[in-house]
């Protein structure tokens, strides 16, 4: 069965960086398609980047320009880079894969942006 265990959520200042990593236990070229969610308390959950296995990306228009979604074949994670971070980008941060059969989900990373 897939795990999915989200790393490197934090306090961060408004204006700062920070690099998510999503650690699997199968491998990532198993995977059809690897999101980026986010959900804030009270908020909907909202696919922030999307990475499909060719290699075309997708992302939210709140988070263009200062996000990118990548995976690293040798450490087998799938990772998020976020720039320029905002109050706005706050909650958790959580890792989905689809492969042939199923999606699977992480428990999710708390991201907290403020002063």
């Known amino acids: 069965q897939v795990q999915l265990v989200e790393s490197g959520g934090r306090l961060v200042q408004p204006g700062g960086s920070l690099r998510l990593s999503c650690a699997a236990s199968g491998s990532i070229s198993s995977f059809l398609v690897m999101h980026w969610y986010r959900q804030a308390p009270g908020k909907r959950r909202d696919m922030v980047a999307t990475l499909i296995n060719d290699g075309r990306t997708i992302y939210a228009d709140s988070v263009k320009g200062r996000f990118i979604i990548s995976r690293d074949n040798a450490a087998n994670t799938i990772n998020l880079q976020m720039y320029s971070l905002e109050p706005e980008d706050t909650g958790l941060y959580l890792c989905?894969?689809?492969?042939?059969?199923?999606?699977?989900w992480g428990q999710g990373t708390q991201v907290t942006v403020s002063s």
């Open positions: 989905n894969v689809h492969d042939r059969l199923a999606a699977y």
